[in-house]
């Protein structure tokens, strides 16, 4: 099946830094990719849709300033978290919809700790 | 915003039991899809169901929708031990039609005891 990538998998930093993650997919290109973040024990927020070669839409609520998403290729999207804060801690996730309208395929993960 | 709603939130049985959970929802829908989560892991797709579907099997795996209660559910039989995760369900938002936006539900733990 198809993969999506994320890196790192884990990032620690110091508060008032950015972080950038990645999310590739592998064997596929993917014109939109989708970041959700995850707190402790609760589900998935959708955060952004990321879109190649255009602007991402943001989801209510979500700073678009604090959390810059570029789209550079047609397998390549970043999340960077600028100025990072400790409650900016959680687990990111990127998704890329497959071939099939309906299939999306879920990147492993990244665990940003904010210290 | 999240629309589905995952019952229970936790769940403990015993390897060989089956497992039940329920998810319920709130707009209309194209296809509510289960979704697996190792801890501290990606999500895996494990079964989608449309909305002109009412029931669909997948190896262990069984979903039922009542799109008139706006419910579904996934059953795990004869569990092992391997199955305990998190389980959600997600749903395409507001029934756009081919929309790849999805959204969550809360999710439930579910522990299965060797």
């Known amino acids: 099946g198809a993969v999506v990538s994320q890196h790192p998998s884990r990032v620690i930093c110091k508060s008032g830094t950015s972080v950038k993650i990645e999310c590739r997919s592998l064997?596929?290109?993917?014109?939109?990719m989708f970041w959700y973040r995850q707190f402790p024990k609760q589900s998935l927020m959708l955060m952004a849709t990321?879109?190649?070669?255009?602007?991402?839409?943001?989801e209510q609520g979500v700073e678009k300033d604090k959390f810059l998403i570029n789209h550079a290729s047609l397998t390549l999207s970043t999340l960077t978290v600028t100025s990072a804060h400790p409650e900016d801690s959680s687990f990111y996730i990127c998704s890329a919809p497959g071939t099939g309208v309906y299939e999306q395929y879920f990147g492993p993960g990244t665990r940003l700790t904010v210290t | 915003s999240q629309q589905g709603e995952e019952d229970p939130q936790a769940l403990s049985i015993q390897e060989g039991e089956n497992a039940t959970m329920n998810c319920s929802y709130k707009t209309s829908i194209n296809n509510l899809q289960w979704y697996r989560q190792n801890s501290g892991r990606g999500l895996v797709h494990l079964i989608l169901?449309?909305?002109?579907?009412r029931e669909k099997h997948s190896g262990r795996l069984r979903v039922t929708l009542d799109t008139s209660k706006k419910s579904s559910s996934l059953l795990i039989t004869a569990s092992r031990a391997a199955d305990t995760a998190s389980y959600f369900c997600?749903?395409?938002?507001?029934?756009?039609?081919?929309?790849?936006?999805?959204?969550f539900g809360k999710g439930t733990k579910l522990t299965v005891n060797p």
């Open positions: 169901i449309r909305s002109n579907e």
């Open positions: 064997d596929f290109q993917a014109t939109t």
């Open positions: 997600a749903t395409d938002e507001g029934g756009r039609g081919g929309s790849e936006k999805l959204v």
């Open positions: 990321s879109n190649e070669g255009s602007k991402a839409t943001y």
